[in-house]
């Protein structure tokens, strides 16, 4: 990644290497002390290898998913790092090189040997913690299951119902209080669906629903907005036959189509079926905060959102070390007739580029007062490095509380988890990347003291890459 004409950001030795596992490790604390209410397990996903025989990956998604768990005990704080081990990650390192398509990749090797060939697992998005297992997520097939101590890889999980070629997605909606899990998967084809999922708070698949779509775009969330299950689907078309023929990647197949609009999906959370459906102007969004009711019995959606599909280029980008495009997302809320899903009204919350915008895990589907997100420090060049600090947007008070970890310090998608005892306080928890030293840290901070020092900083023993999404489990 490196040559005398070129220089890098500091964040891109991040990304440079390979990551390296680690056994379970008793984790030193830097500064502070592990808060006594937070017991529990700490689980974050994201691609760890980005190269393999010397090639580098044609995507930040398509590298290998390796996860970090750190445990919080009245002992202290114990972690574990390892490769989910896949069909695909076993093969390759076998072979010491790439054997499969991806998001970004077509596979290796003469045409007539890439036709029909399936992309490499890579679940590398994100996790759900279940009672009895972890599930490493990857929203183009089933989940992988996992040993939720020794994240020991057991094989690929159905969930009572998911059949081979059914996808489960990266973005589970938890209710608090039922324990209910909903969640979606798109079936590519000739006539694509969306596939609706309910389960038990075990995981178990109890009920499903599908939905026909007119074309296959790109939908990595949803959100769940009290008796609602709500799609943006943007306007973006897959043109499927280069990638079966093997001379496209996913990621080069797809087609921004602004003329088309943002198509909004209603769907009753109890039966699974559809409410309502309707157009509206185009946008793009990876990721939603969350969603409720109001007073008038309307939706309230709030959503990171782009004006284009540019991100798409800039995450392409990331492997290299090097970023250019200009993406800009910012926090929006929308204001949506369940009814007819019309948009009655939308607008920004944060003009500032921010992303991974998520609220307490009591209040998904609820209102919240607090949406924890990451962003760029002010100043920040758009385009030109990754999100660098994480913050608390007031929606109440309309005002920005920010943790900056400093320069050449970049932390991971923060986590909220409510304090057990008083429910209405808890800890911001971050994995922090630092370039100077190259290491990797997990910093908790205080939720109401987000702009101060964090009250703990727990060292580990190898660089962890910069990644997507993770979870707490509690005791």
């Known amino acids: 990644m490196s040559s005398p004409t070129q220089s890098y950001p500091a964040w891109s030795q991040a990304v440079a290497q390979p990551a390296t596992e680690f056994p379970p490790t008793e984790l030193e604390i830097l500064e502070g002390a592990i808060p006594p209410g937070l017991r529990g397990t700490l689980y974050r996903n994201g691609p760890a ?13 398509d590298g290998d998913g390796a996860i970090l768990a750190v445990k919080f005990t009245d002992e202290g704080a114990r972690g574990v790092y390892r490769y989910v081990q896949t069909e695909g990650y076993c093969a390759e390192g076998e072979a010491d090189r790439f054997l499969y398509p991806n998001y970004g990749m077509t596979a290796p090797g003469p045409l007539w ?8 697992h890579s679940a590398n998005t994100s996790v759900l913690a279940l009672p009895d297992k972890l599930l490493a997520l990857w929203e183009g097939d089933r989940p992988y299951r996992l040993d939720l101590e020794t994240l020991d890889t057991e094989g690929k999980d159905d969930l009572s119902q998911l059949k081979s070629g059914m996808a489960y997605s990266a973005h589970p909606k938890v209710e608090a209080q039922t324990g209910e899990i909903f969640n979606f998967g798109i079936m590519l084809g000739a006539k694509p669906k969306l596939c609706l999922y309910k389960s038990d708070r075990t995981g178990k698949i109890i009920q ?15 959100v769940l907005a009290g008796p609602y299950l709500v799609f943006f689907i943007p306007p973006i078309e897959l043109n499927l036959l280069p990638i079966l023929l093997g001379t496209s990647s996913f990621a080069d197949a797809l087609q921004w189509k602004p003329q088309k609009g943002t198509q909004i999906l209603i769907f009753d959370r109890q039966t699974l079926s559809l409410v309502s459906q309707q157009e509206a102007p185009p946008w793009f969004q990876w990721h939603f905060s969350n969603g409720f009711m109001d007073e008038q019995e309307n939706l309230v959606i709030d959503f990171a959102r782009y004006q284009d599909f540019q991100t798409n280029e800039f995450l392409r980008e990331v492997p290299s070390g090097q970023t250019h495009t200009e993406a800009l997302s910012q926090l929006w809320r929308s204001h949506l007739n369940p009814k007819t899903g019309q948009l009655l009204d939308h607008y920004p919350l944060i003009e500032q580029h921010s992303e991974f915008p998520i609220v307490s895990p009591l209040e998904v589907g609820k209102p ?12 920040t060049p758009l385009g030109k490095d990754l999100l660098n600090v994480i913050a608390r947007w007031d929606n109440e008070t309309q005002t920005l509380d920010r943790a900056d970890p400093g320069m050449g310090s970049y932390p991971t998608e923060p986590l909220y988890v409510p304090d057990p005892e008083t429910g209405d306080n808890g800890w911001v928890l971050t994995v922090m990347y630092h370039c100077c030293s190259h290491s990797s840290e997990v910093w908790i901070y205080d939720a109401h003291h987000l702009s101060d020092s964090p009250i703990c900083r727990l060292g580990l023993p190898s660089v962890i890459p910069i990644g997507f999404h993770g979870t707490f489990r509690s005791v």
Do not use: C, N
């Open 49 to 61: 290898r980005l190269e393999r025989g010397g090639v580098q990956v044609g995507h930040w998604f």
């Open 113 to 120: 040997k890439r036709w029909g060939k399936l992309p490499k």
């Open 208 to 222: 499903m629903g599908e939905h026909p779509l007119k074309s296959v775009s790109i939908v990595h969330d949803f």
């Open 368 to 379: 919240a007062r607090y949406t924890y997100l990451s962003m760029h420090r002010p100043g």
